[in-house]
Every structure is written in C-alpha cells, then in structure tokens.
C-alpha cells in the first residue's frame, strides 16, 4: 500500500498496490503495521456500506463528537465518488480547509478520515457504493455535520447535487456548528 499525505490534517490517501499474474489480481486493503507505521489509528470496530442508487447523490458532512469520535477509512468499492474531507477542527492547522479526491471501483484509492473531521461524498455514477470502516462504534447523540455548501469552505462539488437528504439539508455551518 502506498500511503500520501493529504493538506488536510491527519487525512490520508491510500492506495493499493495490486499485484498481478494471469488469475487476476491480489491487492492488501489494510494491515495493521502499516497503519501503525504511518501514525494511524488501526483500531476497526464497525464497517458499513452505503449503496446510492443515482448520480449526483451527495451525503455529508458527517462526524462524530467526541467522546464518540471515530477514524474512518473509506473506499468506493462499486462506481465512482468524489470523497471530499473538510477540516471544522478549530484547533487544527488546516482548519476552514477541504480537500476532494476521485475514488473509483477501479483505482483502488482509499481516504482515512481522521477523528473531527467532517466527510461526505457526490456519487458521480449511478449505483456507486462505499465501504465505510470505523475505528468507534455509531453514537447517534454524537453525529455531527457541516452543511455541504457552506460559504466558509467553498467547496468546489465536481457538479450541483440533485439527490440530499433533509437532514442534510438541514446541517449548520461552520460558524453555527454548535461548540462540545
């Protein structure tokens, strides 16, 4: 596994290294040294998927408060996504900053997320799905999220979402984001 260092404090894109014969392939998705080589949490607790049925789905932002915060890593296992990380951390170095990256079915590429910073994702094709693995088990009291078209972060989306959920809709920004 190859692991690149994003702006976006303590996040990382990873990407695996397939090794190929005339089977197919053989690719490493996690292994816990690396993980602890590179300062990561490796610690998985929970994993989750999300299919989404159209382009264009946007979900997100979406954290965990503490004492419930969670690092996660994220792959497009089916389709394609633009994930995005975006830094509500007031404390952190890259705090207001974002960050999109193209994760495909096909290229393999990972993001780990970590702990306090918020993530969401545009499908950029119709029946996309996402692997989500998590280093704390789901607290619903603890979800937090930012509004995905917050003026503060200026997220450039790759296109206008046309599927969001209320509750998304309904997520403050970055200066109503309430202080824990």
């Known amino acids: 596994m190859k692991f690149v260092p994003t702006d976006i404090f303590g996040?990382?894109?990873?990407?695996?290294?397939?090794i190929e014969d005339e089977r197919g392939s053989f690719a490493r998705l996690f292994c816990r040294r690396e993980f602890?080589?590179?300062?990561?949490?490796?610690?998985?607790?929970?994993?989750?998927?999300s299919f989404n049925r159209r382009s264009g789905t946007l979900r997100g932002l979406h954290f965990q408060a503490e004492p419930h915060a969670e690092d996660k890593i994220v792959r497009c296992t089916r389709g394609a996504i633009f994930d995005v990380v975006a830094d509500?951390?007031?404390?952190?170095?890259?705090?207001?900053q974002?960050?999109?990256?193209?994760l495909t079915?096909?290229?393999?590429?990972?993001?780990y997320v970590p702990r306090g910073v918020a993530?969401?994702?545009?499908?950029?094709?119709?029946?996309?799905?996402?692997?989500?693995?998590m280093s704390a088990f789901y607290h619903a009291e603890s979800a937090r999220g930012v509004r995905w078209d917050d003026p503060a972060l200026a997220i450039r989306w790759p296109r206008r979402p046309d599927v969001?959920?209320?509750?998304?809709?309904?997520?403050?920004?970055?200066?109503?984001?309430?202080k824990d």
Do not use: K
């Open 11 to 18: 996040a990382w894109l990873i990407v695996a290294e397939p």
């Open 36 to 49: 602890e080589a590179h300062g990561l949490n490796p610690e998985l607790v929970q994993c989750s998927t």
């Open 88 to 96: 509500p951390r007031p404390a952190s170095p890259s705090y207001r």
């Open 98 to 102: 974002w960050r999109g990256f193209d």
């Open 105 to 111: 079915a096909d290229n393999l590429a990972m993001l």
């Open 119 to 133: 993530h969401g994702f545009l499908t950029l094709r119709d029946d996309s799905e996402i692997l989500y693995q």
């Open 164 to 178: 969001i959920s209320d509750r998304d809709r309904g997520l403050p920004t970055l200066a109503n984001l309430p």
